[in-house]
């Protein structure tokens, strides 16, 4: 199977995972709810692998008072010169290359120049803090490494550390970074020197192309260095390993895992979505007398042909012996995810409201990305500002009904963590799995059954015995009976396509209405 097969096969897998099935409502309305709760989505062991505090003691206060008058001074001199020296030679060894040039591997001066701002950016680092490294695991020699590392957990810009261990080797690994950083003043030309494969997430080609160029890479028969990747694609807490993302595995080759730790007892290595901006965490990182970095490596994993054909396989076992090394959970947070929590904050909620464990949450459900932001904008209109929740009589308002049964039924319904509360992850599930897969056609029967039980009825459902229907079944209020109402322009009588087009809108109020009849039909048969 081709490179270009395994990307299309593997985007068919992950967008044909089966979608959770309605839940069965029986006539036991409890044991719909115990059911649900046992067959639904579990809770991530990591609820917020985002979010990043430090906390400072007074002694620690003091401390960086200290070293800010004292030492940082000196320290952001020495690193400038580092820098602004490695910065001046790549870019006159770039001056005058062409792109087909920069897509071939570096020889001659080029490569020992290459070696030698490595070796800057390395004292600029010493000088930061970062004196020693320690180094664990086997090592793999230059001639016979695999072309691919694979490094977890990305914690922050300080990983860039681990490119800068083979200097001895006349070695410089080259990343795999986002397209942004080609822009970034000095920092941009220190990262094209590095010769990195860049990677655009607004590009929709851009993701076969750099699977394609690190497969390139990867069968030059050393004549390139290692592509270095964290496979995670975004930086969090370091308390778990969150979803791979399948660019180092696409290309069926062998991977190096690399573990990397920073155990020092304040971490300011770690920068991310909900966190302390760069410039405190740089501050705090230059006014520590020094910074511990902890590196492992495992044994080359040679992939199986089960997991050449199966990338997402072959990532999850990855991950999975990265994870044990780090003695830390794994998640199926992802990058998207970090993206939720920018949009429910730009919605006034808090932003761990947008967390939904994007990886599973999606596909299990069926849905797309436009209905998730979609259903976050629904939520934020009815989710109490303090801390991004539903109550019952907020869910009620919004359904707009009384807050006793059956509303009461199916707010239980989506609370499956019984705290009389709903959360956004809560309300996408119960939206996606419980209310959006109504069957329409056997409630609208019932319905009609319900409402012409004495009369020898074959056409629709009259939209005023409707109406009565909602007021008085569903505890309803007239206004949003009207509005129910307006959606049928009018009509006298509502058809099965009507009321199809009712449960696509409103899906809640189509699941309150099947909900009652299951109810109704349940104390008929017992009386």
Same mark, same amino acid.
């Given at each position: 199977?081709?490179?270009?097969?395994?990307?299309?096969?593997?985007?068919?897998?992950?967008?044909?995972?089966?979608?959770?099935?309605?839940?069965?409502?029986?006539?036991?309305?409890?044991?719909?709810?115990?059911?649900?709760?046992?067959?639904?989505?579990?809770?991530?062991?990591?609820?917020?692998?985002?979010?990043? #505090?430090?906390?400072?003691?007074?002694?620690?206060?003091?401390?960086?008072?200290?070293?800010?008058? /004292? /030492?940082?001074?000196?320290?952001?001199?020495?690193?400038?010169?580092?820098?602004?020296?490695?910065?001046?030679?790549?870019?006159?060894?770039?001056? %005058?290359?062409?792109?087909?040039?920069?897509?071939?591997?570096? #020889?001659?001066?080029?490569?020992?120049?290459?070696?030698?701002?490595?070796?800057?950016?390395?004292?600029?680092?010493?000088?930061?803090?970062?004196?020693?490294?320690?180094?664990?695991?086997?090592?793999?020699?230059?001639?016979?490494?695999?072309?691919?590392?694979?490094?977890?957990?990305?914690?922050? =810009?300080?990983?860039?550390?681990? #490119?800068?261990?083979?200097?001895?080797?006349?070695?410089?690994?080259?990343?795999?970074?986002?397209?942004?950083?080609?822009?970034?003043?000095?920092?941009?030309?220190?990262?094209?020197?590095?010769?990195?494969?860049?990677?655009?997430?607004?590009?929709?080609?851009?993701?076969?192309?750099?699977?394609?160029?690190?497969?390139?890479?990867?069968?030059?028969?050393?004549?390139?260095?290692?592509?270095?990747?964290?496979?995670?694609?975004?930086?969090?807490?370091?308390?778990?390993?969150?979803?791979?993302?399948?660019?180092?595995?696409?290309?069926?080759?062998?991977?190096?895992?690399?573990?990397?730790?920073?155990?020092?007892?304040?971490?300011?290595?770690?920068?991310?979505?909900?966190?302390?901006?760069?410039?405190?965490?740089?501050?705090?990182?230059?006014?520590?007398?020094?910074?511990?970095?902890?590196?492992?490596?495992?044994?080359? =994993?040679?992939?199986?042909?089960?997991?050449?054909?199966?990338?997402?396989?072959?990532?999850?076992?990855?991950?999975?012996?990265?994870?044990?090394?780090?003695?830390?959970?794994?998640?199926?947070?992802?990058?998207?995810?970090?993206?939720?929590?920018?949009?429910?904050?730009?919605?006034?909620?808090?932003?761990?409201?947008?967390?939904?464990?994007?990886?599973?949450? /999606?596909?299990?459900?069926?849905?797309?990305?436009?209905?998730?932001?979609?259903?976050?904008?629904?939520?934020?209109?009815?989710?109490?500002?303090?801390?991004?929740?539903?109550?019952?009589?907020?869910?009620?308002?919004?359904? %707009?009904?009384?807050?006793?049964?059956?509303?009461?039924?199916?707010?239980?319904?989506?609370?499956?963590?019984?705290?009389?509360?709903?959360?956004?992850?809560?309300?996408?599930?119960?939206?996606?799995?419980?209310?959006?897969?109504?069957?329409?056609?056997?409630?609208?029967?019932?319905?009609?059954?319900?409402?012409?039980?004495?009369?020898?009825?074959?056409?629709? /459902?009259?939209?005023?015995?409707?109406?009565?229907?909602?007021?008085?079944?569903?505890?309803?209020?007239?206004?949003?009976?009207?509005?129910?109402?307006?959606?049928?322009?009018?009509?006298?009588?509502?058809?099965?396509?009507?009321?199809?087009?009712?449960?696509?809108?409103?899906?809640?109020?189509?699941?309150?209405?099947?909900?009652?009849?299951?109810?109704?039909?349940?104390?008929?048969?017992?009386?």
């Amino acid at each position: 199977m081709s490179v270009t097969q395994r990307i299309k096969s593997a985007g068919v897998a992950s967008a044909s995972a089966s979608p959770l099935s309605a839940v069965p409502l029986s006539d036991n309305l409890q044991q719909d709810s115990e059911l649900f709760r046992r067959d639904s989505i579990t809770e991530p062991v990591v609820p917020n692998p985002f979010v990043h #505090t430090i906390h400072l003691t007074g002694w620690d206060k003091v401390r960086v008072a200290v070293m800010t008058v /004292v /030492v940082l001074p000196i320290r952001v001199v020495g690193m400038s010169l580092c820098t602004f020296l490695a910065w001046f030679i790549s870019y006159m060894s770039l001056l %005058g290359l062409s792109d087909e040039t920069l897509n071939e591997p570096f #020889t001659g001066w080029r490569k020992l120049v290459k070696v030698f701002v490595a070796l800057l950016v390395r004292l600029s680092f010493f000088i930061a803090g970062f004196h020693w490294v320690t180094c664990r695991g086997s090592d793999v020699p230059r001639d016979s490494a695999p072309p691919i590392m694979v490094v977890a957990p990305h914690a922050g =810009y300080m990983d860039a550390l681990i #490119t800068l261990m083979h200097i001895c080797d006349l070695d410089v690994p080259t990343p795999v970074a986002k397209s942004d950083v080609e822009h970034y003043p000095m920092l941009g030309t220190l990262t094209k020197f590095t010769q990195p494969v860049f990677v655009s997430r607004e590009d929709p080609n851009s993701r076969q192309n750099t699977i394609k160029e690190i497969l390139r890479r990867s069968k030059s028969a050393g004549r390139w260095q290692q592509t270095i990747i964290f496979p995670e694609g975004t930086c969090t807490n370091r308390s778990c390993l969150i979803s791979f993302k399948l660019g180092a595995f696409l290309p069926g080759v062998p991977v190096q895992p690399v573990a990397i730790r920073y155990p020092n007892r304040i971490d300011t290595a770690t920068w991310t979505f909900d966190g302390p901006p760069v410039w405190m965490t740089m501050w705090l990182t230059l006014t520590k007398l020094y910074n511990r970095v902890e590196i492992d490596y495992l044994p080359v =994993y040679h992939p199986s042909q089960e997991e050449i054909d199966n990338p997402q396989l072959f990532a999850d076992n990855v991950r999975r012996l990265l994870a044990k090394c780090l003695n830390v959970p794994t998640t199926e947070h992802t990058f998207a995810d970090g993206m939720m929590m920018f949009r429910a904050k730009s919605l006034g909620l808090p932003m761990e409201s947008g967390l939904i464990e994007y990886n599973k949450i /999606v596909p299990k459900l069926g849905i797309k990305s436009t209905q998730v932001n979609e259903c976050l904008r629904e939520f934020s209109e009815i989710a109490e500002r303090g801390n991004g929740h539903i109550s019952l009589e907020g869910f009620a308002k919004y359904l %707009g009904v009384a807050a006793k049964p059956p509303v009461t039924t199916l707010f239980h319904l989506y609370d499956r963590t019984g705290l009389s509360r709903i959360c956004f992850r809560e309300f996408l599930i119960g939206r996606y799995r419980i209310s959006a897969l109504v069957d329409c056609e056997t409630v609208y029967e019932k319905l009609r059954q319900k409402l012409y039980r004495n009369h020898d009825k074959n056409s629709g /459902v009259a939209a005023e015995e409707f109406a009565t229907f909602l007021k008085n079944n569903l505890n309803m209020e007239q206004s949003r009976v009207d509005r129910i109402l307006n959606n049928f322009s009018g009509q006298s009588e509502i058809d099965l396509a009507d009321f199809s087009a009712l449960c696509q809108q409103s899906p809640e109020h189509a699941k309150l209405i099947e909900i009652h009849l299951a109810a109704s039909i349940s104390n008929t048969v017992n009386n």
